[in-house]
Structure formats: C-alpha cells, structure tokens
C-alpha cells in the first residue's frame, strides 16, 4: 500500500519556545488543513555552524533536514533561535526548497536587534514567527514573492516593514497555494 | 524592464552561481549563472539582458575586463559588481568604467533586492517615458500623416470617420501635401485592410493606356494584346482603389468609370464578359474639379459620385505650427535610413525654413532633410542644409503680378553687378535703354 506524505513536520533545531513552536503548528493547521508534527533534533545545528562567521549554514540545515525527513512527511520545516546565513547571503531569515520538501526559518533576527535582543515596542514574536513559517513554506508549495503587500507571500524589506503584512495569503497566493498543494498530495509519487 | 527583469550572474564559484540564480528566479526575475568572462559575453552575444552582476575576481578573463567587453556589446546592460572587502578600490575603477554599482560579498540581501528593485523601477520609468513620448507623437500622427494644426486634426477626424465606410472619397490639395498618404490610411482603418490597396497616376498615362490599365484587355483586343490582362479595378477586388490625378482623365474614361461606380461591373477592353467588382474607389486632384465641371471638362455626375465626402489638405504654407514636428519625424526617419544624427535645426535655420512658401509642400520638405541627412552627419540643421537659402532670401511675401515679379528680379540684378547698369543689361539680355526705361518706370533706387 502506498503512503502518501500529508503531515508538515516542525522541526524544533537547538533551543526554541514551545510557544512559538505551537503557534508555528496551529498557524500552518489554519492556512493548510494538513496535520502537523512536532520533532526535536539536537544533531542538524553542530553540523552546520560556521565557526568564523559565527552563524548557521541553512543550505546545510536544509540537506540535513531533507535526510530526517520521515515518509510520511509531505514538508519539514526546521525553527532556529540562531543566526542563519546562505553561502551568497550574509544573512537569511529563512530558507525554503522551492517548490520543493523542506523550510527552515530562524527566530534570530526577527527579534528585533542584530544581537537578537527583543527590542521593547516590537509586535509580539509570535506573529513575525508565524508569518515567517507560512512565507517560507509557501515557497515549497511553490509560491513566489506576492505583489500585494498584505499578503503573506509578500517580500518585506526588513523586519519591521514584514509586520505591516498579514500571517495570510492573498486570494490569488491561496488558488495557487491549493493548487499546488494538490499536487504535492495526489500526483507527485 | 518588468519585474521579469533578464539578469546574467557571473561568478567562479559554482555555489554562488547556482545560489544566486535560484534566488533571483524565485524573486521572479528571469535568471542564468555563467561561470567565466569568455562564457558571459557569449550570453551577451546571444540575447538580451537587463541586469549582469559581474564577480570582480575571476580567473582568466577578470571581472573589468568582462565589464568593458559587455559595454562595448551592449552599452545599455546595468552591471553590479561583487567584490569582496579587499577589492573596493577595483570596484570604485569598474564604477568609473560604467559598473552601476558594487556589492559586498556575502551579499546582503536586503541591499541587493533594494539595488535590483530600484534599477528595475528606473528602467521601467525610462520604458513609460519613451512610450508616452511615441504616443504624443502618435497623437498628432495618423499612419504616416504628421500634423498637429488644426486643419490636419480636422483631417484626421475625417479619415476616422469615413474610414470604415464604404463612402467614395475625393482627396483635394495642392501637390507634395500627402494625398496618397491619406488615402493609404483610409484603407488602412477600414474593413478592406487585408484586401489590396491598388494606386494609380492617371496623368502617368496616356488615355489609352489608362484604359487599359484600369479596365484590363482580353485576348486580341488590339494588337499586341496576346494574353488576357486583368486591369486594376479587378486586382483591387475587395479592397481600395486610388485615382490620382483624378482631373485629367478624358472625358470617354470618365464615362467608363461612371459606369463602374453606377454599376459595380465592367468589361475588359475587347472584352464581352460582365466583370462584379467589389472596390470602394479614392480619388485624388490639385484640380479644381468645381470648376472644371462649370467649364464642362469634367462631368458632373461623375463629379458628384466621386465627391461624396471630401478630404482638402491645406498646403505646408498654411499649416506652419506642423513644421517644427514634419522635420523631427524626417529626421528621425532618415537618421535610421542613413544611419545618421541629426537632432535639432538652429534657429536661423528655423526662422528661414518658416518664412518658406514650400511651394512643393511636405514632399519638398521631405527632400529636403533627406539631402541635408545625406550631405552631412548632424546634429544640428543649419542654414547651408536649405537649398533654396543658396538662391536668395527667402521673401516673406510672395510677389503675385509679372510686373512686381519683374521689378524685383531686376532690383536683384542690379545689386548683384553693384548697380553697373551696362553689366546688369547684358545679364538680363536686354539693351542699356530699356534697363533705364524700367529703372524709371518701377523707381528703382540704389540702397546705400
């Protein structure tokens, strides 16, 4: 019997609030309607630091993901506390396989300081965490950058421009989005 | 430039090459990486791009090397260097080369969307700028008729209006104002469109042969004729004919095409066959058909089936506001044509070019920036471009009686040979006493 993968798998990569891991799971249930998974790996993080840029490669992180992926999984997304970087980028919010299995975002930057110190007046983390995780897993259901700049799929210069946006998809994004997602659950083998 | 904006990256390392282009394609830009200098100006070679980001250091061929190749290629290609801290200095010299501008690797994403974003909203301004240049021009344009006077708005209202209608058109004006044009771009806006456009000059022809030419000849209908010809009221079948020099068809032809218009049918020269034809028929004249219809050298009937709507052009001389855009629109069509610069005409150049009667009109006009794009290389228009500046002033007004023209033709003369009367009489080849009777007679004096 084939199992077709239908459950996005949050990855919790080194030390990250259960509460945003939660509101990650309940976010991607709201905008997908798939089952979410919650999985601890304390392995991928070592792996991938960078030791003179002080940072974590999230090309790595990526690969490593792609490889813990259960069979079951239709997505992975890894959520970090530290500062992610790819081999062009000095740094990077996130990073998402497009059209592709696997996400990783961090919670490094979105806290407001470089230092990731939460800076007081931000918005609750929370919301910039959660649109982070739908942003970047959008472009594994193969969503490019939106033109609309309500729009989660927007692309925002800069953290504080991205909490101007909202944790949704424009209708457009969303056609697309279940579109896709269509095919990633019933004609990809 | 539109958000698909073309980028070509440039760079050794296979990582940043892939990289680079799989994040530039998911920010909907169309991207391709290339990884040395002789393998990106093959790219440039090969199409367009918009936007290079150019590796300062490369093996081989370096990154200012490939920068100066591609803006011989294509000047027109915005190039961002990457360079490393180190390298600053180089990218300052690629900048002073034509570089846009240099980023820092690693890159900073926020830095390079922002760089790419304003690029492509500029080029997108420069885009919209030219676009709404060419609909400002196209606004007083109708096909190839330039003007933006009055009289041509009116005109080309008219050839909007008529222009989807199978009306019969008679098109008025002096010679050189574009009659043919305008009938062009009636058949060009109407239905008939994809059907053939058929011009014919019936003061070109001698009246037999016009006959021919219009009605075709069957198979030994005079001698000579040893094949059947089909004339041009059949090879315009569905679509437009045009008549110029409508005004000096004999009045037998005139007959023949009154028929045609009543009848919508024809017979060959020698022919016996009845021939359907379905053309809706332009005419043209610098006549006065009005007249010629009083003094009977014009049919009436035939006149008034031709001129059911009735197109006048007004000669250049009447319609100055449109000379200024008339010698922009040449010069940029025999700039391309002659591969040419010519941008701008200085004013005394202007002044005398408007004070002109043009006596041919558009057509002289025409040929006479052809000339001046032929002769020189621009950029501007000068004085010694007008050929008729090389026969004399041109007078701001015309003289219209022979006495007047008379009286000026030989003041002229007088000043040219410093008034030596015995000189300026063998010149105009009349005796010393009758130059003196006429310098009495018109009162020329000597101007001091």
Not at chain 2, 23 to 42: M, T
């Amino acid at each position: 019997m084939i199992v077709r993968p239908r459950v996005i798998y949050v990855v919790r990569l080194g030390e990250v609030e259960s509460e945003h891991l939660e509101a990650i799971s309940e976010s991607i249930q709201d905008h997908f309607g798939l089952e979410t998974n919650v999985m601890e790996n304390h392995e991928i993080l070592p792996c991938a630091l960078d030791r003179v840029r002080k940072q974590y490669n999230s090309n790595l992180i990526l690969k490593k993901l792609l490889e813990i992926c259960p069979t079951d999984g239709l997505k992975i997304l890894g959520v970090t506390n530290f500062d992610l970087f790819s081999p062009i980028f000095s740094y990077v919010f996130g990073e998402a396989q497009f059209n592709g299995k696997g996400a990783v975002i961090s919670t490094f930057r979105l806290r407001g300081e470089a230092d990731g110190k939460i800076l007081p007046g931000c918005p609750p983390l929370c919301d910039r965490i959660e649109k982070e995780a739908i942003h970047e897993l959008g472009h594994t259901f193969g969503l490019r950058h939106c033109a609309d700049p309500d729009c989660v799929m927007h692309y925002s210069v800069g953290v504080q421009c991205a909490d101007r946006k909202f944790a949704f998809f424009c209708p457009a994004c969303r056609e697309m989005m279940l579109w896709h997602m269509a095919t990633d659950l019933f004609l990809k083998t | 430039m539109t958000e698909d904006a073309k980028i070509l990256v440039v760079d050794d390392e296979p990582i940043v090459c892939l990289s680079l282009a799989n994040w530039l394609q998911e920010e909907n830009y169309l991207a391709k990486a290339v990884q040395d200098g002789p393998s990106a100006i093959e790219a440039i070679k090969e199409q367009n791009w918009d936007i290079v980001l150019l590796d300062l250091k490369m093996p081989g061929m370096d990154g200012l090397e490939v920068l100066r190749k591609i803006k011989e290629i294509a000047p027109q290609i915005v190039i961002i260097m990457m360079t490393a801290y180190a390298s600053v200095p180089s990218s300052v010299q690629a900048m002073k080369e034509g570089a846009y501008d240099y980023i820092i690797k690693p890159l900073d994403v926020e830095e390079l969307t922002l760089m790419l974003k304003k690029i492509v909203e500029h080029q997108q301004l420069v885009t919209e700028n030219f676009l709404l240049r060419k609909r400002l021009t196209d606004r007083y344009a109708f096909g190839d008729i330039i003007g933006k006077s009055p009289e041509m708005v009116k005109v080309f209202e008219l050839i909007d209006t008529v222009a989807d209608t199978n009306a019969t058109v008679l098109i008025t004006g002096e010679t050189g104002t574009g009659k043919e044009l305008v009938a062009r771009a009636i058949h060009t806006n109407s239905s008939r469109r994809y059907s053939p456009f058929i011009a014919v000059s019936c003061a070109a022809l001698p009246d037999t042969l016009l006959e021919s030419e219009l009605f075709g000849y069957d198979k030994g209908a005079f001698t000579g004729a040893d094949r059947t010809k089909k004339g041009r009221f059949e090879l315009a079948h569905g679509g437009t004919l045009f008549l110029d020099e409508i005004g000096d068809i004999s009045m037998k032809t005139q007959i023949k095409l009154l028929r045609v218009l009543q009848e919508k049918k024809f017979q060959r020269l020698g022919g016996t066959d009845l021939i359907d034809v379905d053309v809706r028929l332009i005419t043209a004249t610098n006549r006065e058909l009005a007249e010629a219809v009083e003094k009977g050298q014009f049919r009436s009937d035939l006149y008034y089936r031709l001129n059911v709507v009735n197109i006048h052009l007004p000669p250049l001389r009447e319609r100055k506001d449109d000379i200024p855009l008339l010698i922009t629109h040449f010069m940029e069509k025999f700039n391309v044509e002659f591969n040419k610069k010519f941008d701008r005409i200085e004013q005394p150049a202007l002044n005398l070019v408007l004070s002109y009667p043009w006596p041919g009109n558009v057509r002289e006009l025409e040929n006479v920036i052809e000339r001046a794009t032929v002769i020189d290389h621009g950029p501007e228009l000068k004085v010694q471009h007008l050929p008729f500046c090389n026969l004399e002033q041109a007078p701001s007004s015309q003289p219209e009686s022979l006495e007047e023209v008379e009286k000026m033709h030989i003041a002229r003369m007088l000043d040219r040979n410093d008034w030596n009367v015995a000189q300026t009489a063998r010149v105009l080849n009349i005796d010393r006493s009758t130059l003196h009777k006429k310098i009495k007679k018109f009162g020329l004096e000597r101007q001091q």
